[in-house]
């Protein structure tokens, strides 16, 4: 694929300075342009690059006063940054594109397939399963039995959604993603075994979620596990039986979050953070990386850290005093050993 500078500006509302004709082939940083490339500048701290990069073509703001000469063909616009962004979506859609279906899948006789979209190689469609249009099923997906999959919606290679799942529309599940799978319930016995509980509830994502690669959301022992609309999750999270995501929440990768928990709107979740179960999180919450929540938390809009956690302000004060523990102890020894040689 090749776009010119013409092309370009003509897509993000831009003012070109320079070749109309120019012709690029890929996206690159400023820093590692090259002859072909498109680039942009937004922060000032990387605007030297712009008089010596090699990219053919960079984007660049319209209040940008250039201090030298540049070689690149310019493309000014209100706000590079979001014209960048605009054109990334824009390639990732030329990069993803996929249509019509290769030999070697499997479709029950009972599923229903909506129009377009593209279905790949082994992927499997199994009994009353209902797929919407323009939905992309990439080799070796498996859609168990009565899935149900909303229009538009992305599910890369090896995601498995067992039966009676719901996915909404628009949502992107990337690869080895396991939907539906068991909920961690076993039952005590008297001969110190356990005994599974059947999980027999499902899960139902709601529409715009995007889900990381190898991220697993277990079905609800009863009722479903729900991923409120425009949620998005890291890769290898652990969401577990009957825990509700609120919508437009944010949570990064290896956080496990336990059965039954409630997370608010607009929950923002850094990595490796461990949530036990049947607690609340308020909306707005936001909770530092690797911090434990051993209990609700029913104040909205604060931050949160440590294991357990606690107020953010607080556990920042704590680790300045952790830091100092050691000189505090060698001080202690000396005003004891002071004391001793005073008697």
């Given at each position: 694929m090749q776009f010119s500078a013409e092309q370009i500006a003509a897509l993000?509302?831009?003012?070109?300075e320079g070749d109309p004709h120019?012709?690029?082939t890929q996206?690159?940083?400023?820093?590692?342009?090259a002859a072909g490339s498109l680039s942009f500048v937004s922060n000032?701290?990387?605007?030297?690059?712009?008089?010596s990069t090699r990219s053919t073509i960079v984007i660049v703001d319209k209040t940008l006063h250039l201090q030298k000469p540049v070689q690149a063909t310019l493309i000014r616009v209100d706000n590079s940054y979001l014209a960048f962004t605009q054109l990334l979506k824009a390639y990732y859609g030329f990069k993803t594109e996929r249509e019509g279906r290769e030999d070697n899948h499997f479709i029950h006789e009972t599923a229903q397939i909506g129009a377009g979209g593209y279905i790949g190689a082994f992927a499997y469609v199994g009994k009353e399963?209902?797929?919407?249009?323009?939905?992309?099923?990439?080799?070796?997906?498996?859609?168990?039995?009565?899935?149900?999959?909303?229009?538009?919606?992305?599910l890369y290679?090896?995601?498995?959604?067992?039966?009676d799942t719901v996915v909404g529309q628009d949502v992107i599940i990337h690869a080895g993603?396991?939907?539906?799978?068991?909920?961690?319930?076993?039952?005590p016995q008297k001969d110190e075994t356990y005994d599974k509980i059947p999980q027999i509830g499902n899960v139902v994502i709601e529409d715009r979620v995007e889900i990381g690669a190898n991220t697993v959301i277990d079905r609800a022992t009863m009722g479903s596990t729900v991923i409120r609309q425009g949620v998005k999750l890291d890769n290898l999270i652990q969401i577990a039986h009957n825990v509700e995501v609120g919508e437009n929440s944010v949570i990064a990768a290896q956080t496990g979050v336990s059965g039954s928990t409630k997370i608010g709107k607009h929950v923002v979740l850094g990595g490796q953070v461990g949530i036990v179960g049947h607690v609340n999180i308020a909306d707005g919450?936001?909770?530092?990386?690797?911090?434990?929540v051993n209990r609700s938390i029913l104040i909205k809009n604060a931050k949160w850290g440590g294991a357990p956690f606690a107020p953010y302000i607080s556990e920042m004060r704590s680790q300045v005093i952790y830091t100092k523990l050691p000189d505090l102890e060698r001080r202690i020894l000396a005003l004891e050993k002071k004391l001793k040689n005073q008697k």
């Amino acid at each position: 694929m090749q776009f010119s500078a013409e092309q370009i500006a003509a897509l993000i509302h831009g003012k070109i300075e320079g070749d109309p004709h120019a012709v690029v082939t890929q996206l690159s940083k400023i820093e590692e342009g090259a002859a072909g490339s498109l680039s942009f500048v937004s922060n000032p701290k990387y605007e030297h690059y712009l008089y010596s990069t090699r990219s053919t073509i960079v984007i660049v703001d319209k209040t940008l006063h250039l201090q030298k000469p540049v070689q690149a063909t310019l493309i000014r616009v209100d706000n590079s940054y979001l014209a960048f962004t605009q054109l990334l979506k824009a390639y990732y859609g030329f990069k993803t594109e996929r249509e019509g279906r290769e030999d070697n899948h499997f479709i029950h006789e009972t599923a229903q397939i909506g129009a377009g979209g593209y279905i790949g190689a082994f992927a499997y469609v199994g009994k009353e399963a209902k797929v919407g249009n323009n939905v992309k099923i990439y080799p070796h997906v498996y859609i168990g039995d009565n899935v149900v999959v909303g229009d538009n919606t992305t599910l890369y290679p090896n995601v498995t959604l067992y039966y009676d799942t719901v996915v909404g529309q628009d949502v992107i599940i990337h690869a080895g993603a396991v939907i539906g799978s068991d909920g961690f319930g076993f039952a005590p016995q008297k001969d110190e075994t356990y005994d599974k509980i059947p999980q027999i509830g499902n899960v139902v994502i709601e529409d715009r979620v995007e889900i990381g690669a190898n991220t697993v959301i277990d079905r609800a022992t009863m009722g479903s596990t729900v991923i409120r609309q425009g949620v998005k999750l890291d890769n290898l999270i652990q969401i577990a039986h009957n825990v509700e995501v609120g919508e437009n929440s944010v949570i990064a990768a290896q956080t496990g979050v336990s059965g039954s928990t409630k997370i608010g709107k607009h929950v923002v979740l850094g990595g490796q953070v461990g949530i036990v179960g049947h607690v609340n999180i308020a909306d707005g919450s936001q909770i530092q990386a690797q911090s434990g929540v051993n209990r609700s938390i029913l104040i909205k809009n604060a931050k949160w850290g440590g294991a357990p956690f606690a107020p953010y302000i607080s556990e920042m004060r704590s680790q300045v005093i952790y830091t100092k523990l050691p000189d505090l102890e060698r001080r202690i020894l000396a005003l004891e050993k002071k004391l001793k040689n005073q008697k």
